[in-house]
């Protein structure tokens, strides 16, 4: 493992409190932690992490720098003012765990490589399960040279570390990948909502696709555990961050001149979810909104 003496982290949420936790207990270094909120905090500070009074000092007194935040305007506000570019040192490394958008990831590394230290994207996959067990999946995009240097970190948190290519292509996998959950999450809500219409139990109906060749892990995860039941709490993966996830796609094909019709219609459904009250909810709170509930 590289020599990253100290580790710092911000941003303490669903996902990042653990991460961190995990960085604490297997990585063999200092970490240092900082987040808005005390709670998260007072808990880490409990297990051995050190605290950070800001932005500032956790990015000054850390050799390598990871970032657990909810989109690409968090990490903004994180690089631009009293923050990143302003303190980061030559030799420094920042890592993005967050999805963000791929064109701000490369403006970033760009400003990051002028001043001598670098950026990668290592965007993390899986539930907030996952990641207090430290089985995430971790799609990275950075040189093969720093892919080495900090891999044996990732894997603190992750059991599936991929080297996706340069800075960006993490955030271009880990973008498809969500936009393909969106997509076959709605095509799971339209069968449920055609199967209750026309007297067939949803539950049925999803354990004999899942013997077929529409299966899928969003079947068995979001289909069975969500869907059905009609389970779509607070404090997961909300809507409003689905749709968030997707508009980066929809970047992407912007970009790219390629019309994503089913993507498109995807974040039609998602914020109709959200105008309807569900921006707060697990995004497949998109089946209660389907064919009148």
Known sequence: MADYRTIGFIGLGVMGEPICRNLVKKSGKRVLAFDLSAEPLARLRDEGAGIAASVAEAIKQSELLFLCLPSAKHVRAVFEGDGILKNIRTGQVVVDLGTSSVSQTRDFARQLQAKGAAWADAPIARTRQAAQDGTLSVMVGTTPE??????PLIRCFATDVTHCG????????KILNNMVLFETVNALSEAV??????GVDPKLLLDTLSKGSADSFALRNH??????????????????????????????????????????????ILQEAINAGSGDNYFPVIAKHIGGG
Do not use: C
């Open 146 to 151: 720093l892919y080495a240097a900090i891999e």
């Open 223 to 268: 289909g069975m555990k969500a869907i059905v039941p009609g389970a779509f709490p607070e404090r997961a993966f909300s809507t409003e961050y689905a749709l968030k996830d997707l508009s980066y796609a929809l970047e992407l094909a912007g970009d790219a001149g390629i019309r994503i019709r089913g993507a498109e219609l995807v974040g039609t």
């Open 193 to 198: 909502a055609l199967a209750k219409h026309n």
């Open 166 to 173: 340069d800075v960006g292509a993490g955030q271009v996998t």
